[in-house]
Structure formats: structure tokens, C-alpha cells
């Protein structure tokens, strides 16, 4: 029987997709091809937004329509933050959520001797451990992702995230080290760490984010490890000066601002201000040669006024960064935002989208124009806004995992 996924949403649900597929894989299934018909269509699911949740029902919705006689599986974080709306959706044979992933196997077999509909979506509790699953390959892609943390205990106003993974939990370090030695086996030079609120890592297990990047820097065969997304108050001085001795390390930080403005962040239940933002990005700038930071800016929140709007984009100016993810504020049923007052109208959020990504687009221009170009002299631009002369680069580019770490700058974004 041929199996086909469609994965939704971030690199942890990209990870777990994988995980899925390797199990049904050894279970006697074969993957199908993009525009192969599949026996079993499996959709895992992002609820970030309600754009997200529109986008699943959509994905289930056609690959019915695709694969008509298929088994069709609804699995992720949609059901898990809204089972009973994911239980109205006849179209998924099997609907799941974010526990208990080895049962998709079991779910299968059993939906196919008795075509009963299956639905069961474990609430998380408090106390629970760390999923085991690993990957081996990840199709179709050159780096491999390794998700080592799940679970956030932050709640921001606006996330639903919380209610659909759990609490913080973390993968042991040692089978951090033994996957990661695996992936290397299988041919894989570069290792993206993530998890759902990633430096959160080790706070279950007495340990740090910093273990889990030096165990998968100490690993023959790596060449590059880079970082998902972080929360920015939990890069300290130490933790800065700790991770900048690993030179395997990929020099480009996704600090999650949401808002350049206090008092919105204060609103969304954001744990720091733009001081001590600006304070982070310049003790990476100072630190890491050709610091690349990136980003996520929310237009349109709950009570944004234009005067916050402004300030919001005058920070975005101010810190130039790289890259920008902008979006507007989506309103989540269960959280505290959904009922504040002053919601900004769609309009509005769309013309400050407009706004924000114009700037940011600038801001990111300026960047690569300061990035290594092959075959030409090149300006690097540093952490500190200076440009730093380099030798011509040949037109044959080696293997990134042969760069020297300063040269490896700018090549963040060219894959997902």
C-alpha cells in the first residue's frame, strides 16, 4: 500500500511528518509520489492561525476528493487545540493529535479491517515526558531537521500553541547524540535543532539548549548546525559567549520579536522590551562574525493603535534585520486576546502589513547587499554595521561544510 503525507506549518511538524512516514515505511507501506494516487493520505495539520486551520480543512477536503477511496488522516495540532471541530470533519477516516504518535500505524491497520471511523485525541498533561521518535532521511531535502523540544509554558496572549503541544519536555542528550550520528551515517552534513519553544530546552532534565548544540557539533560528519526559532530573552550574555565557541554553528538567530512596541508587548504577554530586545541583538552582532538575525513581526493586534504601529516600525528600521516574516494578528478562540477590546479591523491590518513588509523588504536588500558573492570581490557586512573586505570567491563554490565559518553568512535562506 503506497502512503502520502502533507505536512503543514513549521519544521517540528516537518520532523514528525518524517517520523510518521519511517514508521509506516517499516510497517510494509511505500511512500507514493508527489502525483501518485496513495491508499492512505495522512495531513498533519498547523493551527497558528485560523488561516492554518481554513488550509487543513482545505488539504483533507482535495486529497478525499483525490484519493477517493483512501484512508484519509487528520493528525497535528488543529485537532489537539480543537477536537470537536475536527471531529466534524467526516472527511478524515482517522483524526489524531499531537500524543501518542507510534499509534498511526495501529489506527491504520485497524480502520482497514474494520472501516470503523476513528477519532482519539489525547489531552496532554502536566509531568508528561518526551515522545520518542526519530528520523533517519528526510525526503527530498539536503539538511535534516531534529526536533529535541516540544511543549510551551510561556502562553502569550495570542497563541494557541500551549493547548495544542503540552508543557515544555525535552529530548535525553544522549539520543540527541545517538540520531544525530545516524543522520551523519545517512550522509547529512548540516542539522537544524528545533522544538516549539526551542531555549527551553533542558528545563525539564536540568540541562540547556547550549548541551544539545555542542553534543550535535561534536559529531564527526557534521559540518553546520543551525538553530530554529528562539525566544529572545533567553539568550544571555553567557549563553551568547557559550554557543559563539562552537564554530560549527551557523551564525543566523530567528529571534521572535512579534512587536517593536512596549506596550503591545506587554498586551501579547511577550517576556521583554524592546531595551533589552536591542540589547540581545547587539551582544550576537558583537560576538558571531557576519551575524545574520531574522524575525517575525505581528501587524494588527488586539488594541494596536497607530501610534504603536509607528513605533513598532521605527524598531524594525532601527534593527535591520535580514529577514522578516510579517503577518497579521489572527484571533484564536481559548485565548486571552480573543476577547480584548479594540480589535483592529481587517483593513487596517492589511495596510500595516503592506507598510511593515515595504521597510522590512528594504532592511533585507540592505543585508544581501553586504553578503559574498561568487566569482567578484565581495563587502561583508558585520554584526557591528561595518564592511569588512574579502578576497574574490571562485566561481566553484565548495561544500558549505568546507567553508570557514565567516563565509558561511547569507546563505540562510535559500531553503526552508
Not at 491504520?108 to 474494520?114: A, K, M, P, T, V
Not at 493547548?163 to 545517512?186: N, Q
Not at 525539564?204 to 525566544?231: F, K, M, P, T, Y
Not at 491590518?349 to 559574498?372: L, N, P, Y
Request: aromatic share 8%; charged share 25%; net charge positive.
Amino acid at each position: 500500500m503506497k502512503v502520502k503525507f502533507v505536512t503543514l506549518g513549521c519544521k517540528v511538524n516537518q520532523y514528525e511528518s518524517e517520523a510518521m512516514l519511517e514508521q509506516l515505511l517499516s510497517g510494509g507501506f511505500q511512500k507514493a509520489d508527489e502525483k501518485e494516487p496513495a491508499d492512505v493520505v495522512v495531513v498533519n495539520s498547523c493551527t497558528v492561525t485560523a488561516t492554518s486551520d481554513q488550509k487543513a480543512r482545505q488539504t483533507l477536503r482535495r486529497a478525499k476528493k483525490e484519493n477517493p477511496d483512501a484512508v484519509t488522516v487528520l493528525t497535528g495540532c488543529m485537532p489537539q487545540a480543537f477536537p470537536q471541530e475536527a471531529e466534524q470533519l467526516l472527511e478524515a477516516d482517522i483524526v489524531l493529535g499531537t500524543r501518542n504518535r507510534a499509534s498511526l500505524l495501529p489506527h491504520i491497520l485497524n480502520y482497514l479491517s474494520s472501516k470503523q471511523r476513528i477519532v482519539e485525541i489525547t489531552p496532554h498533561e502536566t509531568g508528561e515526558k518526551f515522545e520518542p521518535m526519530t528520523v533517519s532521511a528526510f525526503h527530498g531535502r539536503t539538511r535534516a531537521f531534529l526536533k529535541i523540544e516540544d511543549g510551551c509554558n510561556r502562553f502569550c496572549s495570542y497563541c494557541i500553541i500551549p493547548y495544542a503541544r503540552g508543557r515544555v519536555r525535552s529530548k535525553p542528550l544522549e539520543e540527541i547524540r545517538a540520531e544525530v550520528k545516524k543522520l551523519a551515517e545517512h550522509g547529512y552534513r548540516e542539522v537544524v535543532l528545533t522544538g516549539i519553544n526551542l531555549p527551553a530546552y533542558g528545563q525539564d532534565l536540568g540541562l540547556h539548549l547550549c548541551d544539545a548544540v555542542e553534543a550535535a557539533c561534536a559529531q564527526e560528519g557534521i559540518g553546520r548546525v543551525r538553530l530554529g526559532s528562539l525566544e529572545p530573552e533567553q539568550l544571555s550574555d553567557e549563553v551568547i559567549l557559550r554557543l559563539s565557541r562552537q564554530e560549527k554553528l551557523c551564525p543566523q538567530f530567528h529571534l521572535s520579536l512579534q512587536s517593536g512596541c512596549d506596550a503591545t508587548l506587554r498586551r501579547m504577554n511577550r517576556h521583554y522590551t524592546t531595551e533589552e530586545y536591542r540589547h540581545i541583538v547587539q551582544a550576537l552582532r558583537r560576538t558571531f562574525d557576519n551575524c545574520a538575525v531574522t524575525t517575525d513581526i505581528m501587524v494588527g493586534f488586539a488594541g494596536e493603535t497607530e501610534e504603536e504601529f509607528q513605533a513598532s516600525l521605527a524598531f524594525a528600521k532601527e534593527i535591520a534585520f535580514a529577514k522578516v516574516h510579517v503577518f497579521a494578528y489572527s484571533r484564536r478562540p481559548g485565548t486571552k486576546a480573543y476577547l480584548a477590546p479594540n480589535q483592529c479591523t481587517n483593513r487596517v491590518k492589511e495596510a500595516r502589513s503592506r507598510e511593515m513588509i515595504a521597510v522590512t523588504k528594504t532592511t533585507q536588500a540592505d543585508f544581501f547587499s553586504g553578503t559574498v558573492r561568487p566569482g567578484r570581490r565581495s563587502a561583508v557586512r558585520t554584526g557591528t554595521g561595518k564592511k569588512m573586505s574579502m578576497r574574490a570567491i571562485p566561481a566553484t563554490i565548495p561544500p558549505f561544510w568546507q567553508f570557514p565559518p565567516g563565509l558561511y553568512m547569507g546563505c540562510f535562506c535559500r531553503s526552508g
